[in-house]
């Protein structure tokens, strides 16, 4: 028997997302494709390496970061209904050259760049916002969380997949062989329970008292105050880290440390940390800078803000805020 599955256009028209919504996440998801032809070419494709250059984040980019931008800022632009975009790799925001968009879409063209060269995990995660009236300056992305209308992420691992919100839920497509997106998991929910936590364990020395202390209680295992035992888990490339997070549960720590006292956290509040916090509170988890504030509710003030982040399965979230003090 044939299986017949139900492909992104159709779900999203059976969700009741048509019209102009629709039309700009098929061209992201078409985008996306667009995206993981280039990566699955690699060193083929003259793709791996470093592009010679930094972006504002003062990090080195690598060609893939730039081929990724790229494609997904004319792709974005090229469509009457984007007022503009902004970039992890942009300084600042791009108008569109046309009037009368009505969205504005935030990216991380390629989220886990340390993972190119290596052929490990690396994804796509975006925002959509409404666009105000007027000029399409950095100040009219500047919105909180709450107000994405869709955010969503394409990891390009063993499948492609990519996993949405149009804040009814979660679903996630596969990419099939002959370029479609199909419907595989309707309804994805992260378990509120988990026996696993990620987070980078060569910094251990530098994070604040209560992460130190939440740690030790996992690394405790059966034996200690939490009485089980915990794994460890660690992609270096958060749309990994949170994919696995949503397949089967776990907590991700990207928490503040001392190196850098004064910044406020690591990961971009509009690239990373809104768009994945949209994802987990649809999908039943929670998303923290600290265990007690939730990261859509943070007020932005710049487009490449960062923030601490903790999210991931809601019990566990509440045993890192209640019992450790974070």
Request: hydrophobic share 40%.
């Amino acid at each position: 028997m044939t299986d017949v599955r139900t492909d992104l256009s159709a779900h999203l028209s059976a969700t009741g997302v048509e019209g102009d919504l629709a039309e700009l996440l098929l061209k992201i998801a078409a985008s996306c494709v667009d995206i993981r032809k280039v990566v699955s070419g690699g060193a083929l494709a003259g793709a791996l390496g470093a592009s010679g250059n930094v972006n504002v984040q003062d990090e080195e980019q690598k060609k893939l970061d730039v081929i990724s931008n790229d494609i997904l800022t004319d792709n974005l632009l090229a469509l009457p209904l984007v007022a503009g975009v902004a970039s992890e790799e942009m300084d600042n925001c791009q108008p569109a050259k046309h009037d009368g968009g009505k969205f504005l879409v935030l990216f991380d063209p390629l989220d886990g760049s340390s993972n190119i060269d290596i052929n490990a995990p690396v994804g796509t995660i975006f925002s959509v916002l409404a666009a105000p009236s007027g000029e399409i300056t950095d100040a009219a992305f500047l919105q909180d969380g709450r107000k994405q209308l869709a955010a969503g992420y394409v990891l390009y691992g063993g499948q492609t997949m990519l996993v949405l919100t149009t804040g009814s839920g979660v679903a996630g497509f596969t990419l099939s062989l002959d370029g479609q997106w199909l419907l595989t998991h309707p309804a994805i929910k992260i378990t509120p329970d988990t026996k696993e936590f990620a987070i980078n364990m060569s910094n251990q020395r530098h994070w604040a008292e209560g992460v130190q202390k939440y740690v030790e209680g996992c690394l405790q295992g059966a034996e200690g105050g939490r009485g089980k035992n915990f794994n460890m888990r660690w992609v270096a490339a958060m749309v990994a880290d949170v994919h696995r997070i949503m397949m089967r549960g776990g907590v991700f720590l990207y928490p503040w440390d001392k190196r850098e006292p004064n910044k406020p956290g690591k990961l971009r509040l509009m690239y990373e940390g809104n768009p994945m916090s949209f994802l987990v509170e649809q999908a039943g988890g929670k998303s923290t800078t600290d265990g007690r504030n939730a990261i859509l509710d943070v007020l932005p003030t710049q487009l490449h803000q960062r923030v601490p982040v903790i999210l991931g399965s809601a019990n566990e979230i509440d045993v890192i805020a209640d019992t450790c003090g974070v």
